[in-house]
C-alpha cells in the first residue's frame, strides 16, 4: 500500500493505491469460502465451479472485499500520518478496475491542533454572598404565603390583596379578542398581569366600576397587541386580605419535619446549596466566554452536524412530554449557533484537559455524587445506582472535570470580587429553595 496526503488545516484528503495482487489474493480466498457453501441451479450444494461462482457472484465478493481493504488501509494511513479524524470519511473511488490497482481517497475532517491562549487576560468577577437572617425570614414568609388563608373586606383594595373582577379591554374604542373576563381571581402586586392595571385596581372598594388606561408592552406576545394603548372597564366584585399562618412547630411540620427550628435549618441548607449551585455557574459561564472569545477554532462541520442532531432530538422529546403529539422537524439554522458553540467550548475545554493533565478527581467525584443523592429520599441507593451506571457515571466525572478545568482557568485568570445580597443573586431561583408541604 501506499498513501499520500493532501490539504492544510482540519480537511485533508488521502489518496491509497492498494496493488493489485492483494486484492485478487482476498477474492480468490472468499470465492472458495463461498464455493463450500454456495447453492446454484444444476449443481449439488459445496459442488459448483469456480467460474460459476465468480459468475453467479464475483460482484458482491469484490464489493465486500474492497470495503475490508478500505477500512484496514484507511486505519494505517492515519497512523502513518498521525491524523484523529473528527468523523466518518468521504471515500471517492479513483481506479476501480480488476486488472489494475485499487486506488481511492478519503476526504476527512480531523480535530484541530491548538494551543488554549488568554487565560491571563480574562477578568472573572467573584461573588461574595452570604445567606443573612434576614433572606432565611424572606424565605419563611413564602412558605407562609404558600398556605396563605383569605379574609373578606369590605374596605378599598391594597396590593397583596386578593380581588374577584369582572373586566373588559378596548382598543380604539373596540373591543379586543380574549380581553373579557368574569369572577377572575387576581393578587395584587403578583405583577401577572400587564403593567399598570394591577395598580390601577388599588384604592378602589368591592362594587365600584371604573376604568384603567394602560398600553401593552413592545414584547407582548400576542403581536396585535404589543405597544397598543387599551382601556379596560373593571368591576370590583370582592376584595379579600391576606391571613398568614403563624410561624410555629404545628405550621413547620405541614413541612414533615419536626419543630419550627428544624424547618429554619432545612430552609437555610437549602437555600446555601441553591446558592453555592448559582455561584458556580455564574463564575464557569464567565470562564467560558472568556474563553470562547480569545480562542477562535476551526470547527469540524461533522462535530457540529452531530450536535446539531443531538439539540434538535432534545427539543422533540421536550415537545413530545410537553403533550404535542405531531412535532415537526425543526430547520437547522435553528440549533446551529449554539451546537458551534458547544462544539468549540469542548474543543476548548478537552485541550485544556490534555495541557493540564486533568483527571476526575475521585474525592470530588464522590462529594459531588453524595450531594447531589442527599436531596432524595434514599441517598444510598441512589449512590449505589450511580456507580453501577457506566453511562450516568461517565456524566458525574465529565461535570467534575469541568469544575477543575475552570479551576485550572481561574488560576490564571484576572479575578475581581464583588460583594452582593442574597435576593439580588437568586432572583427567581431562590424558590426551588422552598421545602414542599
Not at 162 to 187: M, S, T
Not at 241 to 258: G, N, R
Not at 265 to 276: A, F, G, I, T
Not at 348 to 366: G, P, S, V
Amino acid at each position: 500500500m501506499s498513501a499520500q496526503l493532501s490539504g492544510e488545516g482540519i480537511k485533508r484528503s488521502i489518496t491509497i493505491e492498494v496493488p493489485k495482487e492483494e486484492i485478487d489474493t482476498l477474492m480468490e480466498t472468499r470465492i472458495k469460502e463461498v464455493m463450500q457453501k454456495a447453492r446454484l441451479p444444476g449443481f449439488r450444494p459445496g459442488k459448483a465451479p469456480k467460474e460459476a461462482v465468480k459468475q453467479q457472484f464475483g460482484a458482491s465478493i469484490r464489493a465486500e472485499v474492497l470495503g475490508q481493504v478500505l477500512e484496514k488501509h484507511y486505519g494505517e494511513a492515519l497512523k502513518q500520518f498521525e491524523l484523529k479524524p473528527a468523523g466518518f470519511p468521504k471515500i471517492k473511488f479513483v481506479q476501480n478496475e480488476p486488472q489494475q490497482n485499487f486506488i481511492f481517497t478519503a476526504e476527512v475532517e480531523t480535530f484541530p491542533e491548538f494551543e488554549v491562549r488568554g487565560l491571563k487576560d480574562l477578568e472573572i468577577t467573584r461573588l461574595k454572598v452570604e445567606v443573612t437572617p434576614e433572606d432565611l425570614e424572606k424565605m419563611l414568609h413564602n412558605l407562609q404565603k404558600q398556605h396563605v388563608a383569605w379574609d373578606k373586606v369590605e374596605r378599598a383594595a391594597a396590593n397583596e390583596d386578593r380581588v374577584v373582577i369582572d373586566f373588559e379591554g378596548f382598543i380604539d374604542g373596540q373591543p379586543f379578542d380574549n380581553g373579557k373576563a368574569e369572577g377572575f381571581r387576581l393578587i395584587l402586586g403578583s405583577n401577572t398581569m400587564i403593567p399598570g392595571f394591577e395598580t390601577g385596581i388599588i384604592g378602589n372598594a368591592p362594587g365600584t366600576e371604573f376604568e384603567i388606561d394602560v398600553t401593552f408592552p413592545e414584547t407582548y406576545h400576542v403581536g396585535d397587541l404589543a405597544g397598543k394603548a387599551a382601556k379596560f372597564k373593571l368591576k370590583l366584585e370582592e376584595v379579600a386580605a391576606p391571613k398568614l399562618p403563624e410561624l410555629t412547630d404545628e405550621f413547620a411540620k405541614l413541612f414533615q419535619v419536626e419543630n419550627l427550628e428544624a424547618l429554619k435549618q432545612e430552609v437555610k441548607s437549602n437555600m446555601e446549596r441553591e446558592l453555592e449551585f448559582n455561584l458556580k455557574a455564574r463564575l464557569k459561564e464567565q470562564v467560558l466566554e472568556g474563553l470562547l472569545q480569545h480562542n477562535k477554532v476551526e470547527l469540524p462541520q461533522a462535530l457540529v452536524q452531530e450536535e446539531v442532531k443531538r439539540l434538535s432530538e432534545q427539543a422533540r422529546e421536550r415537545m413530545k412530554s410537553w403533550g404535542h403529539n405531531k412535532v415537526p422537524e425543526f430547520p437547522v439554522d435553528m440549533f446551529k449557533q449554539e451546537a458551534e458553540k458547544r462544539v468549540a467550548l469542548g474543543l476548548i475545554m478537552n485541550q485544556i484537559i490534555r495541557t493540564y493533565e486533568l483527571k476526575a478527581d475521585a474525592e470530588r467525584l464522590k462529594a459531588m455524587i453524595d450531594k447531589m443523592a442527599s436531596v432524595y429520599e434514599n441517598p444510598a441507593e441512589v449512590v449505589k445506582f450511580i456507580y453501577q451506571n457506566k453511562a450516568k457515571l461517565a456524566e458525574m466525572e465529565q461535570l467534575v472535570l469541568e469544575e477543575q478545568v475552570v479551576e485550572q482557568v481561574l488560576e490564571f485568570a484576572q479575578i475581581k470580587e464583588e460583594v452582593k445580597d442574597f435576593e439580588e443573586v437568586m432572583q427567581n431561583q431562590a424558590a426551588s429553595a422552598l421545602p414542599q408541604a
